[in-house]
């Protein structure tokens, strides 16, 4: 019965805990979104793109009708989707509304994650756009602010969007984008190798230490990771940081942006990066060269104890080894339990192109998607906790019921996209300077600081 309320209860966290002003926001960026959800550009890309002319009036009547009656054309969808679950669960949603709609072709286009932005914008530029983008609203602000993306708010299907997610997709109380999941940064951990070596479930960053060195004496790997994919940083270091850490400084991102604040003055980013850099320590020799696709590989075959993800990554995980004996805990990054806090966000998150030729297409998968048996068989692909209303989510893998057990038993949760992220040519200084971080062997957190002053600087020029 808790894991059919799951979605409900969901929801009902993220809005108490919004309230009691412990969230953070949703996606990101991945993650969201987040990073479920966060892309990084190129500067050969333009900055700015113009809006097209708004010729939504005659897109609403573009699509061609098939002979009896239907939807009839071709639909693209853009996405940086790469784990295998995921690309599963997309491939079983396009099956079923195809079949349901035989006289339609969709079609995918992939982009890496890492230039997806800028790929987006210069398809706007070309007019050569997808009719439906993945991301989220907050993740791409630049894009509603130019006018690309479609008013969802009055749509029938918007209404079976849990309330808490629903306030994720929003800008100045506009709904553009539909989340399917949400995602929870977390550690997931090897059960059978934890009885092994009679290790608990740590509750402090301490008791998580000892934990890792525990597996290192053992041989194994303490946490599988791998930094040559940007993805990587929205499962360790967001993680690490979008928890109680950010909970101390929520207006960050305002603040280095638009108020020319040195990150020095966040405490609580080098306690992120002091931990950060620790945890690298204990990760897999190879975790510098290898994507984190490998990483998951590792932990699924047991030869790591830990993963630091979100629980997006978990279907992929399941996928490679089904028998795995996996849970699910909170990253203690306190030394008082009680003072932890999870990292939520909105994950796979769809917005349409309000200049779409085929847009009556792009709303009828948008009410295929959002429908709560096909939600049901989406979120038990991939792994994650639902984002709609009403869904029973009774084929969710032991890790990600760990998760919602968490949240339905009230742990504090961060809203970390609340307040929104880095953007633009910010958003790039970022993500580049945390894998810098990364892959760097003697990068302090104080040099870190340093370098984004500086990147932000220029960036704001």
């Known amino acids: 019965m808790k894991k059919k309320l799951m979605s409900i209860l969901l929801g009902s966290a993220i809005v108490i805990g919004s309230l009691a002003g412990c969230g953070g926001s949703g996606n990101e960026p991945a993650p969201e979104d987040a990073p479920e959800e966060t892309a990084a550009g ?27 009656g239907g939807l009839s054309g071709e639909l693209t969808l853009l996405h940086y989707l790469t784990e295998d679950a995921k690309l599963q669960a997309l491939d079983d949603l396009i099956a079923g509304f195809t079949a349901e709609n035989p006289d339609v072709t969709v079609n ?55 309330e808490g997610s629903l306030s994720l997709m929003k ?55 791998g930094y ?3 993805i990587s940083l929205g499962a360790n270091y967001f993680t690490i940081f979008y928890g109680a850490p950010y909970l101390a400084c929520e207006q960050y991102t305002d603040e280095t ?23 690298i320590g204990y990760q897999n020799e190879d975790c510098r060269t290898i994507t984190t696709d490998r990483a998951e590989q590792i932990f699924a075959n047991g030869e790591s104890g830990m993963i630091i993800i979100g629980t997006w990554g978990l279907g992929a995980i399941m996928n490679y080894n089904p028998d795995l004996n996996c849970g699910g805990f909170l990253y203690p990054s306190e030394e008082n339990a009680a003072d932890n ?18 847009v009556e297409i792009a709303k009828a998968f948008f009410e295929y998607m959002t429908r709560p048996e096909v939600n049901a068989d989406w979120i038990g692909t991939v792994g994650q906790l639902s984002a709609l209303d009403g869904v029973q989510a009774d084929k969710l893998p032991q890790g990600a019921a760990d998760i919602a057990d968490l949240i339905n038993n009230g742990c504090k949760v961060s809203m970390w996209t609340q307040y929104g992220a880095p953007s633009g040519q910010y958003q790039t200084a970022y993500y580049n ?29």
């Not at 506009?174 to 999941?181: F, H, R, S």
């Not at 290192?216 to 599988?224: D, F, I, T």
């Not at 942006?257 to 945890?279: C, M």
Request: one cysteine or more; aromatic letters at 10%.
């Open 42 to 68: 190129d500067e050969t890309a333009p900055e700015e793109t113009e809006p097209v002319q708004d010729t939504s009036a005659q897109d609403e009547g573009s699509a061609d009708a098939s002979a009896d």
């Open 108 to 162: 995918t286009e992939a982009v890496s994650m890492d230039n997806y932005l800028d790929v987006v914008k210069l398809r706007l530029s070309s007019g050569d756009a997808p009719d439906i983008m993945f991301g989220g609203p907050t993740t791409y602000p630049e894009l509603i602010d130019a006018g690309y993306i479609m008013d969802l708010t009055n749509e029938e299907f918007t209404g079976r969007v849990a």
């Open 171 to 225: 800008i100045d109380d506009v709904v553009y984008g539909i989340p399917l999941d949400q995602m929870a940064n977390v550690v997931f951990y090897n059960k059978d190798i934890f009885e092994e070596l009679s290790l608990s479930v740590p509750g402090t960053y301490t008791e998580f230490i000892e934990v890792c060195k525990a597996l290192k004496e053992a041989g194994y790997a303490a946490c599988a990771a």
């Open 228 to 230: 040559q994919d940007q």
């Open 257 to 279: 942006q638009n108020q020319g604040k040195s990150w020095h003055d966040y405490p609580t980013v080098t306690q992120a990066l002091t931990q950060f850099r620790e945890i």
């Open 341 to 358: 806090a999870l990292p939520l966000n909105t994950d796979d998150t769809w917005m349409i192109l309000k200049d779409s030729p085929n």
């Open 433 to 461: 300077g945390l894998q810098d971080f990364a892959l760097s062997e003697t990068m302090t957190p104080e040099e870190w600081c340093d370098n984004m002053d500086n990147e932000y600087a220029a960036a704001g020029k």
